[in-house]
């Protein structure tokens, strides 16, 4: 059973930065892409980044895109969200979740972590 816990939420105002840190239990980390997710209060689950297995490729949302920087350091089983230049619509709460491949679908993506909130006060 694969175990994901996400950090890093929290309070933050209107052009502040926040990073993100989601832990994952198991030995086969290094082998599955990542991504991150969220979901607004009254809104579907939307796709933020993810990332490959090796770091190599990565993928954003056009919302997110020069703003949010998606890392992974596998040695210590660790992906991490860098979220800069953060807007009141970026408020949510952050889903990371473990891919079956590299995939911008929240549907190929199996394992699940509890979620982060991040709110950014305008």
């Known amino acids: 059973q694969v175990q994901l816990v996400e950090s890093g939420g929290g309070l933050v105002q209107a052009g502040g930065s926040l990073r993100l840190s989601c832990a994952a239990s198991g030995r086969t980390f290094s082998s599955y892409a990542m991504g991150w997710f969220r979901q607004a209060p009254g809104k579907e689950r939307e796709f933020v980044t993810t990332i490959s297995a090796s770091g190599i490729i990565t993928s954003y949302a056009d919302s997110v895109k020069g703003r949010f920087t998606i890392s992974r350091d596998n040695a210590k089983n660790t992906v991490f969200l860098q979220m800069n230049s953060l807007k009141a619509e970026d408020t949510a709460v952050y889903f990371c979740?473990?891919?079956?491949?590299?995939?911008?679908?929240?549907?190929?993506?199996?394992?699940w972590g509890q979620g982060t909130q991040v709110t950014v006060s305008s």
């Open positions: 979740a473990r891919g079956r491949f590299y995939s911008r679908s929240s549907n190929d993506y199996d394992y």
